[in-house]
């Protein structure tokens, strides 16, 4: 199966230890996205959360910004702004200015809020954030199509006459999608107002089984609206740790994934639905944690890929620490050296002139060692006794 052109990048809640030194864990963040810009990969979604002590970035915009100045040619999104915390009207704007400060870099990733505690401590029920959210991304739809001023009143915000007084950067809008878990919330309102897709859900036992179901739902509510979904704003979210064999990247992340599942998801979580109780064991065998070698992940993904029928545009890695800083740096290293080129079609031409020149070397090289032996007797000198050999020899690999 071809993918030229999959990108690849980071889904960065992030994931630390509560305890762990909260400034110095920001810094490693920022750091792990200007390694990750150096590396060549594409994109960074960077979350918001507001409470249990582990996802400690409150704001994806100010991240964005300071990000952007340390980093190139990076994608910059959030993932996500959790919308029903927000009026959409300073969604909006906020992005417009970060579109524009980064001439281009910016993306926007939208959700009703992963955390339960956060939606607790603003009074907001959790049985309404799901609608929240569609009404407010419909609103920040409308007003960056700049079409007409929106006027719009639910029980929660309003907007009158309201428009936005810069225009995005981006030629036809910044990217906007729309993160997907369990529920078909994320794909109906992607469908309904044109988003791409954050399938986080891919990364969880049983959701690669439900990926191309989920699509063919979001296609079929797009229609509903006049709109067509395309696969390259489609993002799959797994979990991915690689090193130099598959024993050693076990090794690498049995502690630090173990940590994650009992002292986060567990016992400050209470375990979430969908959420196992031995998620690396389930997610090394259902595929949906990739763990080992260059090889073994790269299987991995195409197997992935395969779930989806017809393929997607990106695949972003959930940032964790499960292993110490110099392995994790070392994963997304070996990832970009020997997985990423067999996706993005980087090395077909690097290959295939090595194989030319191997399938013709006789052809190629061998009239080179008649030409070194004139060049020696023309200078009136002995021919080496190691070309002589090779001339007897018929040896034509080496000059």
Same mark, same amino acid.
């Given at each position: ?17 509560? @305890? ?15 390694? !990750? ?9 960077? *979350? ?92 920040? /739809? ?30 036809? *809008? ?11 919330? *994320?794909?109906?309102?992607?469908? =309904?107002?044109?988003?791409?897709? $954050?399938?986080?859900?891919? @990364?969880?036992?049983? *959701?690669?089984? =439900? ?7 979001? %296609?079929? %509510? ?5 709109? /067509? ?32 599942? /009992? ?5 400050? $979580? ?20 990739? /763990? ?17 029928? @017809? ?17 994790? !740096?070392?994963?997304? %290293? ?35 060692? @008649?030409?070194?032996? =004139? ?19 018929? %040896?034509?690999?080496?000059?």
């Amino acid at each position: 199966m071809a993918h030229d052109g999959l990108r690849f990048g980071v889904f960065l809640a992030p994931f630390h230890r509560a @305890g762990d030194n909260p400034t110095l864990s920001l810094h490693r963040d920022l750091e792990l996205v200007q390694w !990750l810009d150096h590396l060549g990969y594409d994109e960074a979604w960077i *979350g918001e959360h507001h409470s249990a002590g582990w996802e400690t970035i409150a704001s994806p915009e100010i991240f964005i910004g300071v990000a952007a100045d340390r980093t190139k040619t990076i994608m910059l999104g959030s993932g996500v702004t959790s919308l029903p915390y927000h009026h959409p009207l300073m969604v909006a704007q906020r992005f417009v200015q970060l579109d524009h400060m980064t001439r281009g870099r910016t993306m926007l990733g939208v959700g009703p809020g992963a955390l339960v505690s956060d939606a607790y401590m603003m009074g907001i029920d959790a049985d309404s954030q799901r609608r929240r959210m569609d009404e407010s991304l419909g609103a920040i /739809v409308a007003l960056l199509a700049g079409k007409d001023p929106v006027t719009m009143k639910t029980d929660w915000f309003e907007l009158r006459e309201a428009r936005l007084h810069l225009k995005p950067w981006t030629k036809g *809008g910044f990217p906007i999608a729309v993160a997907s878990v369990t529920t078909p919330a *994320g794909w109906l309102a992607a469908g =309904k107002h044109g988003c791409g897709v $954050l399938s986080i859900g891919a @990364g969880v036992p049983g *959701g690669p089984a =439900k990926l191309a179901d989920s699509w063919a739902m979001a %296609e079929a %509510e797009a229609a509903k609206y006049g709109r /067509v979904m395309n696969r390259d704003n489609w993002r799959l979210v797994i979990n991915m740790h690689c090193a130099e064999d598959d024993e050693q990247a076990l090794q690498d992340v049995r502690y630090g994934e173990r940590k994650e599942t /009992v002292e986060y998801f567990s016992n400050t $979580l209470g375990r979430p639905p969908m959420r196992s109780e031995d998620p690396l064991r389930e997610g090394l065998e259902s595929g949906t944690t990739l /763990v080992g070698s260059p090889d073994t992940v790269a299987g991995g993904i195409e197997r992935m890929l395969a779930h989806t029928k @017809g393929g997607a545009g990106a695949v972003l890695f959930r940032s964790h620490e499960w292993a110490n800083r110099e392995q994790t !740096l070392r994963s997304y %290293e070996l990832f970009a050296r020997w997985v990423m080129p067999r996706f993005q079609g980087s090395t077909e031409s690097t290959i295939g002139s090595r194989d030319w020149c191997s399938e013709n070397r006789a052809g190629i090289f061998g009239p080179a060692m @008649g030409a070194l032996k =004139k060049a020696f007797v023309d200078a009136g000198q002995d021919v080496p006794d190691m070309m002589r050999m090779r001339l007897h020899t018929g %040896e034509t690999e080496t000059v």
